[in-house]
């Protein structure tokens, strides 16, 4: 690779040696010298005097990974996990994180400076918001809340959880995503595609039928037909309204039909799918510690969602991590007293590199999901997602062939479990760099932690223009 040295010397941090992943270029032996917290130069031999170096030979040097789908402040309070998760991210090797952030009835104006605040103080990693839209008030917040604090994407329930979410209806999604679109076309509007009534019915079923249940009767509670149906539903009117639908956590082969149908049809969509449900199906031994909405699914639908995966029909991948303990995940209290969600940013990257592997998909595809992919709809590429001159220098040194046995309380979140717990993946993370700064390295905290909380603006046309493309 030719050099493109900016400047000679004056660099802060050199990591040599190491194969890059770039995304849309390829792997790529070289050099990355850092100065000022951007990436300053890449080359073969970087004269680096003076500077701290990362010896990477023989390992792999990613883009820090973005992971668009969190939730923080579930279990105990917002302050609080915006550190223990997003430590469990760094060590991970996930550098910057989208977060779903929740109020069911206040505007968003009573809790943004709050949350704001959270990420810029506590945090490991950077960070993006989408609110999660309940309220005909919030929906007419939506342009103040793009214009104060720099949002452009926003979250929809077709179906919420008892106790956690409410649902809303098709005329609430039609006027929030009519709002949405008119911020911009980089605004983006992310749905749970889950037909609300179907679940609030299956689910009722399930419990009178089977009063215990277990994780594959899960299932039964969130048929594959309701998100199918929902994903139809939403792309009809996403189309109706000219907006950027982000379909979250594509859970099934069913769903994944009508996707595919869209595409063919010449629909432009976004479309996520998550690690557990790459990595995890509902025969896992870790049982109700697996229990999520939408569900881990038989075998079936994880091949499918590979195969979606591997031919681009899925975009890009994140974690929906939700930290929970033990004691709230209460597996005794049997499978409807359990909650949903838990914690997988410690695991990301383990699971994607280790079932990506088994699943034959390139480690370009794979990386090109869980970084590129995601910040350019999300509009924080390519200061997030590649590794180039003038880009943010969060690195991830990967090394491919380190196996090793998933136990929570090496993950470094407030969780006392994972649901990989006792699996070996194979391709772990052994240090992270961001903003420039060695965070974390061989599963240990070994930096000041420098999160921001990223403030977007609108895009000019001309940088969507991967979205018109039938290979975005
Ligand atoms: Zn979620």
């Known amino acids: 690779m030719a050099k493109e040295v900016g400047q000679s010397g004056g660099f ?15 792997q790529v032996k070289a050099d990355v010298a850092i100065a000022r917290g ?3 130069a890449l080359g073969d031999d970087l004269s680096a005097a003076g500077a701290e170096v990362y010896d ?7 883009p820090g990974i973005f992971d668009p789908h969190t939730h923080i402040g579930n279990e105990r309070s917002y302050d609080s996990e915006a550190e223990t998760e997003t430590r469990a991210a760094i060590v ?19 809790h943004l400076p709050a949350f704001r605040r959270a990420m810029d103080e506590r945090s490991y990693v950077d960070s993006i918001f989408h609110p999660q839209i309940f309220t005909e008030q919030q929906i007419a917040e939506i342009p103040s ?52 009534a179907l679940i609030d019915q299956a689910r009722k079923h399930l419990k009178e039928r089977k009063p215990e249940g277990t994780l594959v009767d ?16 939403a792309l009809y009117l996403a189309k109706v309204a000219s907006a950027h639908l982000y379909v979250v956590h594509l859970s099934s082969r069913h769903g994944l039909e009508v996707v595919r149908a869209a595409r063919r049809a010449g629909a432009h ?24 909405v939408p569900p881990v699914r038989l075998p079936e639908h994880q091949t499918a969602l590979w195969e979606g995966f591997a031919e681009g029909s899925i975009n890009t991948v994140g974690t929906d991590n939700t930290s929970r303990s033990r004691k709230t995940k209460n597996p005794q209290c049997g499978l409807h007293g359990s909650k949903p969600g838990f914690p997988v940013l410690g695991t990301h990257l383990p699971a994607l590199l280790h079932y990506g592997r088994l699943h034959g998909v390139s480690l370009e595809r794979l990386i090109d999901c869980a970084t590129r992919s995601p910040a350019r709809v999300y509009g924080i590429y390519p200061q997030k997602g590649t590794i180039a001159v003038g880009s943010d220098a969060d ?5 491919l062939e380190m196996e090793k046995v998933v136990r929570a309380e090496e993950l470094l979140g407030m969780s006392d479990f994972s649901p990989f717990e006792g699996k070996r993946l194979r391709g772990w993370p052994i240090a992270t760099i961001k903003g420039g700064t060695i965070i974390a390295r061989n599963d240990k905290i070994v930096g000041q932690r420098n999160g921001r909380y990223l403030l977007r603006r609108p895009q000019p046309a001309q940088d969507l223009e991967w979205f018109r493309r039938a290979d975005a």
């Not at 802060?12 to 390829?26: H, K």
């Open 38 to 40: 951007k990436i300053a």
């Open 12 to 26: 802060d941090l050199a990591v040599r040696g190491g194969t890059l992943v770039i995304p849309g270029v390829g």
């Open 269 to 292: 969509f976004t479309v996520e799918t998550t690690t557990p449900y790459l990595g995890i199906n509902s025969s896992d031994e870790n049982r109700l510690l697996a229990k999520m």
């Open 92 to 110: 991970g090797g996930v550098t910057t994180i989208g977060i779903f952030l929740r109020s069911l009835d206040d505007s968003y104006f009573k």
């Open 218 to 233: 899960w299932e039964d509670a969130h048929p594959a037909d309701a998100e199918a149906l929902a994903v139809q539903t």
């Open 395 to 399: 690195l991830v040194v990967v090394d």
């Open 145 to 196: 809340y793009a214009e104060q604090f720099g949002i452009r994407s926003f979250k929809f329930y077709m179906s919420g959880m008892p106790g956690i979410v409410k649902s809303i209806t098709d005329d609430v999604l039609l006027e929030g995503f009519r709002t949405v679109a008119a911020l911009g076309q980089d605004a983006v509007a992310c749905v749970h595609c889950e037909t609300g």
């Open 56 to 62: 990477a030979a023989g390992k792999t040097v990613l």
